[in-house]
């Protein structure tokens, strides 16, 4: 059963445009939801996290926006740059556990 | 500030060979460690997580073990390789239940 479910499987942006990633989630015990970028050949590294008492953060270009009531949440990039070019993986984690539940990766393309 | 290394970085293994990947973290103490497998374009498969020395969890059945004989340090084994164990393997860290760093991966082919 995937707890975390997330999409689109992949996306094409173009430079300058915004790049929109969601994930839905099943667990109402779920109190933190991190993102993270991984490029090519490389490891995931944290992007940004939101908990659910606040409905967006933003840090630069990226923003989560939550819908605790729809249990969904969504990435935004905006102005997106070849750079952003990565996989994106949402993710979810029960209060008290060690063991994030990842969604299955959101591969981006940005065209210059 | 706490660093996670892997090796090797890249594997190329006969089927039925042996296998031992390493992982240490350095900075912190009493880290949670994990091992998480990445097939080619897929999301990522937990596989051990450990919360002490000695302490292994498994999540998936599978020829692959892990032991962790010191604090910052987490091993990932096999005893015969399978074609199926080719993947992207990662080891992360974090304490108690905070956010996971990942390390750089190691990209283990089995031919």
């Known amino acids: 059963q995937q707890q975390v479910k997330q999409s689109p499987q992949s996306l094409i942006v173009q430079k300058g445009g915004i790049s929109i990633i969601n994930c839905a989630y099943e667990?109402?015990?779920?109190?933190?939801f991190p993102w993270y970028q991984q490029f090519p050949g490389k490891g995931p590294a944290l992007l940004i996290a939101?908990?659910?008492?606040?409905s967006e953060k933003k840090e630069g270009r990226f923003t989560i926006s939550f819908n605790k009531s729809a249990k969904q949440f969504s990435l935004h990039i905006m102005d997106s740059q070849p750079g952003d070019s990565a996989t994106y993986f949402c993710a979810a984690r029960r209060g008290g556990s060690y063991i994030p539940t990842f969604g299955r990766g959101t591969s981006l393309i940005v065209h210059p | 500030s706490q660093t996670i290394h892997q090796w090797p970085a890249t594997l190329v293994q006969p089927v039925g060979s042996p296998l031992s990947l390493e992982c240490t973290v350095e900075g912190t103490s009493n880290p949670n460690l994990y091992w998480y497998r990445q097939a080619a374009g897929r999301g990522l498969q937990l596989l051990f997580y450990?919360?002490?020395?000695?302490?292994i969890s498994s999540e998936v059945p599978q020829n692959l073990s892990a032991s962790r004989p010191q604090d910052r340090q987490f091993i990932l084994s096999s005893k015969k390789l399978l074609l199926s164990d080719s993947g992207f393997y990662l080891c992360?860290?974090?304490?108690?239940?905070?956010?996971?760093?990942f390390g750089p991966g190691t990209r283990l082919t089995v031919t």
């Open positions: 939101i908990r659910p008492d606040v």
């Open positions: 667990n109402t015990a779920f109190d933190y």
């Open positions: 992360a860290w974090s304490v108690q239940t905070y956010e996971q760093y």
């Open positions: 450990s919360v002490g020395i000695g302490q």
